[in-house]
Structure formats: structure tokens, C-alpha cells
């Protein structure tokens, strides 16, 4: 079995180092880009939620949004449906 050879040292991502330090984020290490995905990366547990890509349009529309969604839009003291003009 083929060795695998890893050319780029384990270094770990310093945020001192790149947030609020003026850098431009342009052909950084790959430490530094990896950190930057994870960041964006949606959790599973909000994944899960999603309908399957494979889902058909009628269905998707018959899909009720989870409750954190409904949960965001209603205001205390009004009901989720109450908006202000």
C-alpha cells in the first residue's frame, strides 16, 4: 500500500493572526482557508432540516419550515402573522 506523504506541516489556524490584522485574504495557507470553510460550513443539525436535492417542486412547497424559522418571526405580545406598516 502506497504511503501517504503530507507536504504541508500541521499548523494550526491563530485568528490573531488574520482577524482585524489587515491582511488581504488572497492566496493564504491552507491552515487558513480550511478555518475559513469550516466557519461558513452550515452544521448538520441544520442540514438535516433541508428537503433532499431530489425532491419535486410540489413536494418542496408542501415541505412546512421548521420551527426555528417560525420561531424568528414571531414578536412577543403579536401573532407570527401580525406585521407593522
Known amino acids: ?10 499548523v494550526l489556524f491563530d ?3 488574520w482577524i482585524c490584522a489587515q491582511k488581504v485574504y488572497k492566496n493564504v495557507p ?3 482557508a480550511d478555518a475559513f470553510s469550516a466557519v ?3 452544521p448538520q ?3 438535516s432540516k433541508f428537503p433532499a436535492e431530489t425532491v419535486s417542486i410540489s413536494d418542496f412547497l408542501a ?5 426555528i424559522i417560525a420561531a ?3 414578536l412577543p405580545g403579536t401573532s407570527p402573522t401580525a406585521r407593522s406598516t
Open 45 to 47: 443539525s441544520l442540514l
Open 1 to 10: 500500500m502506497a504511503e501517504v506523504i503530507d507536504l504541508e506541516p500541521d
Open 30 to 32: 491552507i491552515h487558513v
Open 40 to 42: 461558513r460550513r452550515l
Open 15 to 17: 485568528p490573531s493572526e
Open 72 to 74: 424568528r418571526t414571531k
Open 63 to 67: 415541505v412546512q419550515p421548521p420551527g
